[in-house]
């Protein structure tokens, strides 16, 4: 069989990040993500394995 690329699973757990200047990203709701201004803080961080992007959410 061919190579198979592996996907980096690590991608898609939740994992800390903190931002020093504020940004425009999606920001994961009970609604679903949405796209915001995403204030300076402490976030937890994924892929989105369906949009592709980067999604974040509150720690």
Do not use: E, K
Request: aromatic share 10%; glycine share 6%; net charge positive.
């Amino acid at each position: 069989m061919a190579n198979q690329q592996s996907v980096d699973q690590d991608a898609f757990d939740w994992q800390p990040c903190s931002f020093v200047l504020p940004r425009v990203g999606l920001i994961l709701s009970r609604h679903g993500p949405r796209t915001r201004v995403i204030m300076p803080g402490h976030y937890l961080v994924r892929r989105s394995r369906t949009l592709g992007q980067w999604i974040y959410r509150r720690a």
